[in-house]
């Protein structure tokens, strides 16, 4: 049986007294930015991750950008009883890795990926930019530049 993986970002995580979770700022296709270098107090990936078998402990993640290894881990995880979803025999659970303070460099394609299946698989991205319309002035300016 294979197992699964996603990734949630967002700018908080945070758990409370009843056992809930609550992620704040969640992302979903891009992380828009007002200028590179960008200084996020707090950035959050949320790592879920859906197994049939409870010996999957040892996962390791690589966080990448634009194809540069820039985090790696090997995180140990324990399933607890409350993980197992029994009617459907699947075992689900979450893990948050918090940077904080992170800084962008640059616009790039962000990828987080996890040790599944017996090798590393890509579980989410999100693409890190400026808005549209502070793209395009800045294309125009370049386009200026080059024409002096």
Known sequence: MKEYGFVEFCDDYREEKNGKVTLVGLYQNDLIVANFPALL?????????????????????????????????????????KDLLKKLNIWRGAFPIILSPFVFQKEGALTVRIGLNGKMENIGQIYIRKPKQAMMHDQKAKKKKQKK
């Open 41 to 81: 107090p707090k950035f959050v990936m949320v790592i879920n991750i859906m197994t049939f078998n409870k010996t999957t402990t040892d996962i390791p993640v690589e966080i990448e950008i634009d194809g540069e290894v820039i985090i790696t881990a090997n995180t140990k995880f324990s399933w607890q009883d």
